[in-house]
């Protein structure tokens, strides 16, 4: 599977941008869409594009509004995103820190 497709995934098949977009948004993450997908290397940076998609559409609910249309209101398409990008957030701050290189100046500040 390929890291766009996998961003697919993430984002439930939903085309809320193009392609030539979603290429974009994981090139400013360090992410190639046509890689091959390997969660234990990719799979933060997969999560920091989600939730640059998903803020991009918050500048834009209507966006959202138009392609999902379980929404009546966009009060409620709001707090959806405010909700999912929360979600986000905490998966990538729950998920182990990458391992540092070793670095001579990192033990000046440890114990």
Do not use: G, H
């Amino acid at each position: 599977m390929t890291v766009l497709d996998r961003l697919r995934m993430e984002l439930s098949n939903q085309q809320y941008f193009s392609d030539e977009q979603y290429t974009q948004f994981l090139l400013e993450n360090d992410l190639f869409a046509d890689d091959e997908f390997d969660k234990p290397t990719m799979y933060r940076q997969l999560l920091y594009t989600v939730l640059d998609v998903l803020e991009a559409i918050a500048n834009d609910v209507d966006l959202m509004m138009s392609i999902t249309t379980e929404f009546t209101t966009t009060s409620a398409a709001a707090k959806w995103l405010e909700k999912r990008i929360d979600q986000v957030r905490d998966k990538i701050a729950s998920l182990p820190a990458a391992e540092e290189e070793y670095n001579c100046f990192s033990l000046m500040y440890t114990n």
